[in-house]
T-cell receptor, first 113, second 114 residues
Framework: AQKVTQAQTEISVVEKEDVTLDCVYE???????LFWYKQPPSGELVFLIR??????QNEISGRYSWNFQKSTSSFNFTITASQVVDSAVYFC??????????FGSGTQLTVLP | DSGVTQTPKHLITATGQRVTLRCSPR?????VYWYQQSLDQGLQFLIQ???????AKGNILERFSAQQFPDLHSELNLSSLELGDSALYFC?????????????FGPGTRLLVL
């Protein structure tokens, strides 16, 4: 069975602060994919990143960066210089051999002006 | 815009009724997935179709069924509705043959059962 844990239910920061969202996963699959999705107040799920289990290189995309550590089964997401528009619920997800996405419970990020 | 469309956007109905949710995948995507997002259960995988065939089943109730048609659009049928079925239902699509098998989500159908 697969499991994704996002222990931070809610995080509140002031604009321009950096913030890291934690994600810990469990799977028996040797090949799997990890994802982050953003769900803004409008409700849609927006794809942010996909990472396969063989690629532990960290990734940076603008103000977003991801830290994948297989040794600790973590795939953390950092937003640098946060902005009010970053306010959303962020979901970490895992796709294993069954090709089903297992989502974490989400982290509500609020960025205050 | 993900390219995945879902209709209707909102649906209000009564307990015991039956509804059909529709999903059109991105052009070229053969796989369609259905997910339910509720306050109690969070985001849960329901079912996946690939090119018209059922490929995987998750936490889908027996009162729910789905199908994928030859033109690749999919419908999720919910029957004998209960209050607890009120949720946001997402459809996602992906191209399993491509290098990127990312699931792209539609805007969702918000179902309210009264």
């Amino acid at each position: 069975a697969q499991k994704v844990t996002q222990a931070q239910t809610e995080i509140s920061v002031v604009e321009k602060e950096d913030v890291t969202l934690d994600c810990v996963y469990e799977t028996r699959d040797t090949t799997y994919y990890l994802f982050w999705y953003k769900q803004p107040p409008s409700g849609e799920l927006v794809f942010l990143i996909r990472r396969n289990s063989f690629d532990e290189q960290n990734e940076i995309s603008g103000r977003y960066s991801w830290n994948f550590q297989k040794s600790t089964s973590s795939f953390n997401f950092t937003i640098t210089a946060s902005q009010v528009v970053d306010s959303a619920v962020y979901f970490c997800a895992l796709e294993g051999s069954a090709r089903q996405l297992t989502f974490g419970s989400g982290t509500q990020l609020t960025v205050l002006p | 815009d993900s390219g995945v469309t879902q209709t209707p956007k909102h649906l209000i109905t009564a307990t015991g009724q039956r509804v059909t949710l529709r999903c059109s995948p991105r052009s070229g995507d053969l796989s369609v997935y259905w997910y339910q997002q509720s306050l109690d259960q969070g985001l849960q995988f329901l079912i996946q179709y690939y090119n018209g065939e059922e490929r995987a089943k998750g936490n889908i109730l027996e009162r729910f069924s789905a199908q994928q048609f030859p033109d690749l659009h999919s419908e999720l049928n919910l029957s004998s509705l209960e209050l607890g079925d009120s949720a946001l239902y997402f459809c996602a699509s992906s191209d399993p043959s491509g290098p990127e098998e990312t699931q792209y989500f539609g805007p969702g159908t918000r179902l309210l059962v009264l």
